[in-house]
């Protein structure tokens, strides 16, 4: 059974910083791995989608890695700003029309 | 494009009563996907359509839970009766499978559901 995990689950940083948000998968065998944003009390924000067979995506200030054989992705926040405060959520594709399944997320805050 | 809608936005209902939530995909989206995210644990599927039919029900957590989508641009999630345990944000969210954004899922705003 395919199984999410973001680490930290928790993290403030000052503004400027560079940062990095970690996801781990249980198993390799994903079809694409998608980055969210959520606000508090509201609906998801997808940010970058990673197809299996790519490395990375860019958005912006933000770049999205996927190492499908050693089960990790990372996103790279570049000079956060207080508006990035947000959780962060992780999420893989089993199949080619299969559901999300989701890690607990990470929640950032940056301080002015 | 509108995004995918969802109403009601807030739902409080008592324990019992029929609890319907609604949901507008995007338009030209093939698949569409109906979850539930409680603090507990976090973001789960309940079910999910491709051209309208069910294809995975298995997240459905009990009876009392039911689906349908009658045509592209419309579902409905169904709890009956409700109880507590139920309270929860339901989350509908769609995606298709041709074009460059080929099978990133876009969430609606979501359904806040108390049930007391």
């Known amino acids: 059974k395919q199984e999410v995990t973001q680490i930290p689950a928790a993290l403030s940083v000052p503004e400027g910083e560079n940062l990095v948000l970690n996801c781990s998968f249980t198993?390799?065998?994903?079809?694409?791995l998608q980055w969210f944003r959520q606000d508090p009390g509201k609906g998801l924000t997808s940010l970058l989608l990673?197809?299996?067979?790519?490395r990375e995506q860019t958005s912006g200030r933000l770049n999205a890695s996927l190492d499908k054989s050693s089960g990790r992705s990372t996103l790279y926040i570049a000079a956060s700003q207080p508006g990035d405060s947000a959780t962060y959520l992780c999420?893989?594709?089993?199949?080619?029309?299969?559901?999300?399944?989701f890690g607990k997320g990470t929640k950032l805050s940056v301080k002015p | 494009d509108a995004g995918v809608i969802q109403s009601p936005r807030h739902e409080v209902t008592e324990m019992g009563q029929e609890v319907t939530l609604r949901c507008k995909p995007i338009?030209?989206?093939?698949?569409l996907f109906w979850y539930r995210q409680t603090m507990m644990r976090g973001l789960e599927l309940l079910i999910y359509?491709?051209?309208?039919?069910?294809?995975?029900d298995s997240g459905m957590p009990e009876d009392r839970f039911s689906a349908k989508m009658p045509n592209a641009s419309f579902s409905t999630l169904k709890i009956q009766p409700s109880e507590p345990r139920d309270s929860a944000v339901y989350f509908c969210?769609?995606?298709?499978?041709?074009?460059?954004?080929?099978?990133?899922?876009?969430f609606g705003p979501g359904t806040r559901l108390t049930v007391l």
């Open positions: 999420a893989v594709t089993g199949g080619s029309q299969g559901n999300l399944i």
């Open positions: 338009s030209g989206h093939d698949y």
């Open positions: 359509f491709n051209n309208n039919v069910p294809i995975d």
């Open positions: 990673i197809q299996s067979s790519q």
């Open positions: 198993d390799s065998a994903i079809y694409n």
């Open positions: 969210a769609s995606s298709s499978h041709r074009g460059f954004s080929y099978n990133e899922q876009f």
